[in-house]
């Protein structure tokens, strides 16, 4: 089921008093969402994710725009009448239940022609528990489970009804960082396995980028861009985009085009062509430096860490946004710990340049 978001646009009552008005929570957004694909809707905290998900599932009204489900025109159905399936950060498990009986749950308000029997919803129970393996745990009660079971046991009763569309709201919030990596895979296998049209709301880039099809970047209610996770990383729209995907994150510099070159400091480091002379905000990713003797960037070295595959080379520039510049290089290439300075050259496909004020990106060609 592809689900088609038209305008829309959810407005809430400032909460702020010294700032009172409206927030504009989710502005303006109009993207369709592929028929099986997960989706993962990324942003910083406050920037509208949840209210989003929200907005599709039902549980709250838009101020403008409309929903569709394929061709249905969902925008005024309650929850229930939409066929979701929705996971949240805290399970909301009934604890006085076990397994089973929290994964029928949903089934047991089915009333008229929807309605089954005991035998009926056991069965279905026991095929959603397959899909997240929890089929030997079926009567025990949440409190005997682990933080990620218990996800599962929600995620497990979200799918039982069969939804259309599933909706997780940062599902992997609470769990330990092994059980996260963990449960994202299972996420991800279960999607594939029952090809539901999926969204994923998280503000973890690393989390969204690893299992999406397709991430939707968000900042301040703002759809900023939508495509490949590959793609957003490889060609980030804007500033905001840039900095807010990648571990270690890209590294920033003031500098300017000039005559055909691009000078961070007094040093020019890359040609370039079709920039006019300007100031530049400078990213580049820490996979973006080659270490060379002869290189046109010189840093200031702060110390070299060994990352097993990859040694991190850490250093500081003048002209540096970050306090630190973190390069990422291949563990054959040799470096003195113990130099003063750093000479990198530049990769032209790893740095971006951007308008200072607007954080837009400048597209140039690399010489
Ligand atoms: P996220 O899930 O990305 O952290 P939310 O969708 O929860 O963001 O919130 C987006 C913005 O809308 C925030 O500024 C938040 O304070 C505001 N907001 C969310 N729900 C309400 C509400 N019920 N009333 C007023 N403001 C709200
Ligand atoms: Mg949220």
């Not at 909706?167 to 960082?177: I, K, Q, V």
């Not at 396995?193 to 989390?207: K, L, M, P, S």
């Not at 270490?291 to 046109?296: A, K, S, V």
């Amino acid at each position: 089921m592809k689900i088609v978001l038209q305008n829309l646009t959810k407005k809430f009552p400032s909460r702020n008093k010294k700032s009172p008005g409206e927030v504009i929570a989710v502005n303006d957004f109009t993207f369709e969402i592929p028929d099986g694909k997960l989706i993962g809707l990324l942003g910083p905290s406050g920037c509208g994710k949840s209210t989003a998900l929200n907005l599709i599932c039902g549980l709250l009204k838009p101020t403008s725009g409309r929903i569709f489900f394929g061709e249905d025109d969902v925008t005024d159905l309650p929850p229930e009448h939409r066929g979701v399936g929705l996971v949240f950060q805290s399970y909301a498990l009934y604890p006085h239940l076990t397994v089973l009986k929290n994964i029928t749950f949903p089934l047991e308000n089915l009333r008229g022609a929807d309605k089954l029997s005991k035998e009926e919803m056991e069965k279905r129970a026991l095929e959603a528990a397959r899909l997240v393996q929890l089929e030997g745990l079926m009567d025990r009660k949440p409190s005997e489970l682990s933080g990620g079971q218990q996800q599962r046991v929600a995620i497990a009763r979200a799918l039982v009804k069969t939804p259309r569309v599933l909706l997780l709201d940062e599902p992997l919030s609470n769990l330990d960082a092994r059980l996260r990596l963990q449960t994202r895979e299972e996420i991800r296998r279960i999607q594939r396995q029952t090809g539901v049209t999926t969204v994923f709301v998280t503000h973890d880039q690393e989390e969204a980028m690893s299992i999406s099809d397709m991430i939707v970047v968000m900042k301040e209610g703002v759809v900023q861009q939508i495509g490949k996770p590959q793609e957003v990383y490889d060609e980030p729209i804007n500033l905001f985009v840039a900095k807010f995907l990648g571990t270690p994150p890209i590294n920033i510099f003031q500098g300017k085009v000039s005559g055909g070159q691009l000078y961070i400091g007094e040093e020019s480091v890359l040609p370039l062509r079709d920039v006019q002379d300007q100031k530049v905000t400078v990213g580049i990713r820490p996979e973006g430096f080659i270490l060379q003797e002869d290189g046109p960037l010189t840093c200031d070295l702060s110390r070299v860490e060994v990352m097993g595959r990859d040694i991190s080379v850490v250093s500081t520039h003048p002209s540096s946004e970050n306090a630190s510049i973190r390069s990422i290089i291949n563990a054959e290439t040799k470096v003195d710990p113990d130099a003063q300075t750093v000479r990198f050259a530049l990769k032209p496909r790893k740095l971006y340049l951007f308008h200072p004020q607007t954080g837009e990106r400048i597209h140039f060609t690399a010489e």
